[in-house]
């Protein structure tokens, strides 16, 4: 049976500066982190004003490139489904992944909208919320990578870590095409607090949901990974959350 990990990514109040948005429908956008180290000259790095996201950024920012760290294959300027990372305390964890795993996106967001038509599970104000996840088909350490055959190195090469100059992935996460950028969200935060960890934080991960949880990687053993994507299949929210 599959294990999964939860990381947080994606625009956040420190970079750039806002986050993305949510909907009352559960409807959401995804927007990436600006790009913070050197690229390869050839390589192609979209810019905020590429992308083009539904949030108002400063002027300044539109022209940054952007981090497109995960790719989402449906997702503009991506190829397929790459996850990378150049931190040791969550590329250890993620370069042990097998396939058939599975690494969960979530994000923080801001809700966009009258409150009053929301979703009973969306929380007011801001929220924590999963966006997208892969089922892993292959995971590999950065040194792993680099004596990779050609071939195989191929399928990350649009990847924004494999575009940076140097290269400085820790690891490498290939997804399957069972993988997906979620048409709507699955909260993680309470429905009357974004800072308040839901169900699924405190009771299926190994998270405590206590202090700044939305900033760690939470873990989900078998059974508990299994409950999780049951709910992903079935969006039951009312009936797990009581």
């Known amino acids: ?3 999964a990990i939860a990381i947080n990514v994606a625009a956040n109040t420190n970079l ?3 986050r993305g948005p949510v909907y ?4 959401f956008a995804y927007v990436p982190i600006p790009e913070r180290e050197p690229t390869r000259p050839a390589a192609s790095v ?7 996201p539904p949030v108002e950024l400063p002027p300044e920012v539109m022209d940054r490139p952007v981090h497109l760290d995960p790719e989402f294959e449906t997702y503009p300027f991506c190829e397929s489904y790459t996850y990378g990372d150049e931190h040791a305390v969550k590329a250890g964890p993620l370069s042990t992944l097998d396939p058939g795993d599975w690494l969960l996106f979530y994000a923080t967001l801001d809700f966009h909208g009258e409150y009053e038509d929301a979703a009973s599970h969306l929380p ?3 929220g924590v919320y999963l ?3 892969f089922e892993v088909d292959v995971a590999v350490t950065g040194e792993e990578y680099e004596t990779l055959p050609t071939a195989d190195r191929e399928r990350f090469a649009n990847n924004a870590h494999v575009k940076r100059d140097p290269f400085d992935a820790k690891v490498l996460v290939a997804g399957t095409r069972n993988s997906r950028l979620f048409d709507r969200v699955v909260p993680l935060s309470s429905p009357t607090a974004g800072a308040e960890a839901n169900e699924i934080v405190t009771r299926l991960s190994n998270d405590s949901g206590r202090g700044p949880w939305w900033r760690r990687r939470l873990w989900f053993d078998e059974d508990a990974a299994a409950t999780l994507l049951a709910l992903l299949d079935s969006r039951q929210f009312a009936e797990f959350f009581g």
């Open 124 to 126: 007011p104000d801001w």
């Open 1 to 3: 049976m599959p294990r």
């Open 46 to 52: 979209p810019t905020y004003a590429d992308l083009d």
């Open 131 to 133: 966006i997208g996840a």
């Open 16 to 18: 750039p500066g806002v």
């Open 24 to 27: 009352p429908d559960g409807t």
